[in-house]
């Protein structure tokens, strides 16, 4: 019962696809306007779709359903082929953006790392590969992350840590930006320490007889645990240790130690690894261990832009160090993967929403009266509650996942400059620029990936079995995801610390009346003195009546929830005691983000959205949104008096349910301008035609082909017809429970 | 750096054993104690750890962490070989009931089901070997569920439907009761229909000139889809199919299909079957789907208890039916699944929460100064609120898990004797028991299985980057678990449907004094009419003061929930605009229920608990139960005013946040109290001996050895080193970008 061979095929007991084309004949979204908006400008727009079509379309890179039944093996040697293919895109989008297809060898001046030449590479000449790497990262998770590990970890730590002149000679030079001559991977994690990297205990020792470092593990515990492209890829690893010098111990810092010839695979003395082996999700990278013992490596190989081993030439060594400087190295390596992650958390969302709502859309089930054909899934209110909002999820996402990435790279670009010019004024800018970006990433990526966790959980529930199976994208989706609320900060880690940041500015304000007014009027423009007073004295009130209300009440929420920690705190004179409470903190500022960048942007020129209609339809998701969050959080908007219980029943629960079906109407309009191409979704009940069951039963089969010899007989049928023809041995002849015929027998 | 030769074995950096020693010499929980009261009673304890002792050292039906790196053949295989070894258990475990290990050939005079011989098999027979399932199914869920298909579905399915001579031929002659002869699938679900199994489209048309039926699938969606054991192992399906008489539709009813040789597994004439492929998890078993194209049978397979075709010698044709008892029927066949999730919940908590709880105990991260040595996760307040409110939840599932089962079996019992003697009085009485039968498993089944799914997912996220690891089984537990969110009625289904029937109760008690002393009087007495209005009336309050408070208080918000439904109804007419609601009224009686059963069964005889300190740590965590999901739903507490927003800052978050330390310093004595062996948790971090780094390191050592040829070398390699070793071909000779020579030599 293929496409073409349906038994009857006059039959239209259920037909999905009729649904879905009615909905987007009848739908008066625009959806190129809408796409523009998600896609954040017309250009970025076009070279979003420009890559993606790539992707989809290149024989190597493309994934397919059989993607959902490789093996761990498989899976390592897929994505190693990929990543060969997507160095070879590199060097592509790396002349595309210097306008270099002619007349030079641009990668072998590149290498030849001299300035004359070809000036050095910097994050703009990457910007269409980097934006290629995050698209691919949401078609093949795994793929994305073993090349980020490389690309981005190693990359960042050697930039983050490295002088001018390390930095071109690795990622240069040696070619490691451009995916040649060495692989690294990132050392960090133990195996007794994650989150608190202070406490790290492998040990860089320094020799002065020789003038190099040896690096050891001294315990089982200090074994490098995790390590991203360990097992099988990596040639070198950025590796954090104990600087040890003349006996003292300066602290957790960076060295690049090689690992294996490149061109052997073999490892180097001193070396031993591991493969981690299966995980939850992702087994496409290699994740392995190491252990050091006594490795050799030159003092040189120190990564030594903040922190410097001096040695003089009468053989003294002093340790240089650059205390301020040196902490804010160490926010700048993880700080890219965040901030990524909040961009992947605005496509992943948009894909199992996409999903999720055709299938809602296109799936009957119960009638309402006998003879009456079923209803829609979608038609059901407690559906329309389940899918609707989580529909909004990703559109909510998407305006401050962009802006949060812009102002990731002009931060660090100025940190760049300030840093090599040396400019102290400049550098004390920066520093609190970037302990703001720490802050507002650290809340985004804590939120935004346990937001979309639950969506995909969520979502897949709404399919039923269907969602259950591995071919509709929702079991490996999952799994592969719900790394990203552990990995590169815990995300109970994170909203502890950026809500203890918040907390500090609000007391800083709320008692002090400091408050900066230049750095601190975007994301935290809430905790301006004024404004709190005004909430404090109940000049400003809560109300859901203009738009822009429906984030100002997160913010007089966020204004009350602190105030209430404040007192908690002053009486117990513990932090940790509120320590649940500062989790809230950190959702709710992340929230309000997300609400005012979607405000700010669709109430400016910038939105793209020229026609009422749809921006009408956008302005009821942002409502939806911000309703469906408050309805989950109404004890604390209860319990912080921001509405009576009555309002709750009268104002904010009528209000969530009415516009329920509103956004229902422009569903499939909604859905269609993520512009998800069906490749993209890998996932056959959510295709474009609405044609479910046709796709899902052809895919199944195709994945799973019927056997030559005997359909459904399985190569271990004997061990299941031997047991069903089984007969009364047990009893008769093995002793189980002898008849009495043969007791009586051997009783004489 | 095995266990025996740690690189300095003096080293004390990390030693979480010493904790958990240390935590289990000072505990004054009486293990023993509490492992009764939690298995329920003395002799059922026994029973359990003597079962448990034998499938863990079981040579074949064992499960070790290379559990987590087979493939998807390899798990189906392993699984069949399972089955083979169950079943040899299964004639032991009879026997052993039936004490019939000498003399006489049991199994022989069973399956010559000649009843003057061997009375026929019952649930009381099956007492052990279900026990061993249950606990099989802990263990390896896959495994579980694929001989459940078998003996619960299947079984039940002839059990439920066919007459008294059909249940003995088919189970006890033809021996599937035995695991012999025949295995059978239960062919319920379709490609398009799941929930709504009324409008299953498989069609048995009856052939009045042969005196057959026609078994056949009209349509691509009425392909019997996700069936356990179609694509491998079964050789008889329980068919749900409409059956058509003279061109009648009587509805959908049960037909017993052979698919399969049992001798060489080819399949029948005109059955087509499919593999379903790869799944979220439980991979294990062979689900597949089933198209009919005219397949024949006799009309007497066509399972006859509630309705018959009869034909008369003169050929002519009629239908009888006991409408009542049919629809009966229609609830018991997934009634024992879902009790069985109630249990399963008990079971994979305590194991999850077992894990979670001594990793919390043996890791330790960041010192609270310089110097100090690192302190354990558990000691953090937000840790302990994370993870001990889990702990307790398997705690309050176990006394509902087994009244339920107890019920049900009582139940079923009764129905079968009532249908049997034909005693209309009976039937009356024993059809309302299962209604409410139904009810209470519908709510405890979905409740339970989403808490677990919570569970899993959060104290996974405990464990941090070791939790994502495979070997330590939240992955695999995850993606096991959630199908039960799913499969045997949707969760959202299930809990609508038990909440309208008890909203109808409470309209019948509330507005006509209506209600049902003798059956009601258990899990519904909070809807005793004078209850109601004495809470209407404001006269019960609500505090939280004595120990039955923390349930009471359940009750009264669920009567205010109610009323707030009710009212929300009158208005708008639609039952349909409330659902959402409804959903809560689910879990809020689930979790009455819960916390009751506890309630009464900790202050009986019946709990085994002597020891007075026990006894408080045992009322401690039902506290915490209670105040956890009060927090958690604070939000109707306030919304329906049984707490003001003050009282839930000064009394229930103040309460709960105490609690937290108090059961922090019981918290391995729970945990042990569950008395769980290591090879039943299967988890290398939540072993006994508490050596978390050690066992852990060589549990993923052993599963990946290293490569004879080079440690880390990948079969591979050769993609790599080619990528990285690539020099400047493509610029230079294939065109990429060809330098100003070649250009200049081309241009002529």
Wanted: glycine share 6%; hydrophobic share 35%.
């Amino acid at each position: 019962m293929t496409r073409r061979t349906t038994i009857n095929p006059d039959s239209v007991v259920l037909n999905p696809q009729k649904f879905i084309q009615k909905e987007r004949a009848d739908s008066k979204i625009k959806v190129d306007q809408v796409n523009t908006f998600l896609e954040s400008s017309p250009e970025r727009r076009t070279l979003t779709h420009a890559l993606i079509d790539q992707i989809v379309n290149d024989p190597i890179l493309k994934t397919d359903t059989d993607y959902y039944d490789a093996t761990k093996l498989q899976e390592r040697e897929i994505t190693a082929k990929k990543i060969a293919r997507l160095a070879s895109y590199m060097e592509h989008d790396i002349k595309t953006v210097r306008k270099h297809f002619r007349n030079t060898d641009l990668m072998k001046e590149l290498q030849a790392n001299d300035p004359d030449k070809a000036s050095p590479l910097t994050n703009k000449d990457l910007f269409i590969f980097d934006k290629r790497l995050s698209l691919v990262a949401n078609i093949d998770p795994q793929l994305g992350t073993r090349v980020g590990v490389h690309l981005g970890l190693f990359g960042n730590c050697i930039k983050g840590n490295g002088t001018d002149e390390q930095i071109r000679y690795w990622l240069q030079e040696r070619g490691a930006t451009l995916m040649k001559g060495i692989y690294g991977c990132f050392a960090m994690t133990e195996l007794g320490h994650g989150s608190n990297v202070a406490q790290l205990q492998t040990r860089a020792v320094y020799d002065k007889q020789n003038d190099t470092f040896i690096i050891d593990t001294p315990d089982l515990t200090a074994t490098k645990w995790w390590i991203g492209g360990a097992a099988h890829s990596a040639t070198h690893a950025a590796v954090y240790a104990r600087l040890i010098v003349e006996g003292k111990d300066y602290g957790v810092k960076t060295f690049v130690v090689p690992l294996r010839d490149p061109s052997t695979f073999q490892l180097l003395a001193g070396v031993s690894i591991g493969d981690i082996g299966a995980k939850m999700g992702r087994d496409g990278i290699d994740n392995g261990w190491i252990q050091f013992r006594n490795v050799v490596i030159p003092r040189e190989f120190m990564l030594s832009r903040f922190t410097k081993v001096v040695r003089s030439p009468d053989g003294s060594v002093t340790v240089k160090t650059e205390p301020q400087l040196d902490q804010i190295s160490g926010y700048s390596a993880l700080l890219s993967g965040r901030v990524n992650m909040v961009m992947d958390s605005f496509r992943f969302g948009s894909k199992f929403a996409t999903i999720a709502v055709r299938y809602a859309v296109g799936r009957q089930q119960f009638a309402p009266r006998k003879g009456l054909s079923e209803t829609q899934l979608i038609d059901y209110p407690l559906h329309q509650y389940r899918v609707l909002p989580q529909l909004c999820v990703p559109y909510l996402v998407s305006p401050v996942a962009f802006k949060l990435m812009d102002n990731y790279y002009s931060t660090l670009d100025e940190l760049y400059n300030a840093s090599s010019s040396a400019d102290k004024a400049a550098l004390v800018t920066v520093s609190k620029k970037l302990k703001n970006l720490f802050i507002d990433s650290a809340s985004l990526k804590a939120t935004n990936t346990w937001l979309i966790a639950t969506l995909i959980d969520e979502l897949r529930q709404t399919c039923g079995g269907h969602g259950y199976s591995q071919y509709n994208g929702f079991g490996k989706g999952y799994d592969d995801w719900v790394v990203q609320c552990t990995w590169e900060g815990d995300n109970n880690v994170l909203s502890l610390t950026s809500a203890k940041s918040i907390l500090k500015k609000f007391i800083d304000s709320a008692t002090k009346g400091r408050f900066d007014n230049t750095l601190d009027v975007d994301s935290f423009s809430y905790l301006k003195p004024q404004y709190i007073g005004s909430v404090v004295s109940g000049e400003t009130k809560s109300s859901l009546k203009e738009l822009g209300d429906y984030t100002e009440i997160w913010s007089i929420t966020l204004i009350k929830l602190l105030a209430h920690i404040g007192t908690l705190v002053e009486k117990s004179r513990s932090i940790d005691s509120v320590s649940k409470l500062l989790v809230l903190v950190s959702k709710f500022h992340a929230l309000r983000c997300m609400l005012k960048t979607y405000y700010d942007k669709l109430n400016s020129r910038d939105s793209h959205i020229s026609d009422e209609i749809t921006k009408e339809s956008m302005w009821n998701v942002y409502k939806l949104f911000s309703l469906y969050f408050i309805d989950k959080h109404s004890g604390e908007f209860q319990q912080f008096k921001i509405f009576t219980p009555d309002q709750i029943s009268k104002v904010v629960q009528p209000q969530l349910l009415a516009l329920l079906p509103i956004v229902r109407k422009d569903c499939i309009g909604l859905t269609d301008s993520f512009e998800l191409p069906d490749a993209m979704l890998n996932s056959p009940i959510g295709y474009f035609d609405g044609d479910i069951y046709h796709n899902y039963f052809n895919e199944v089969c195709r994945n799973n082909p019927v056997e030559a010899d005997g359909a459904g007989k399985p190569s271990y049928h004997a061990l299941l017809s031997s047991m069903l023809g089984r007969g009364f041995e047990f009893d008769q002849k093995l002793g189980g429970a002898a008849n009495a015929e043969i007791l009586s027998k051997i009783n004489k």
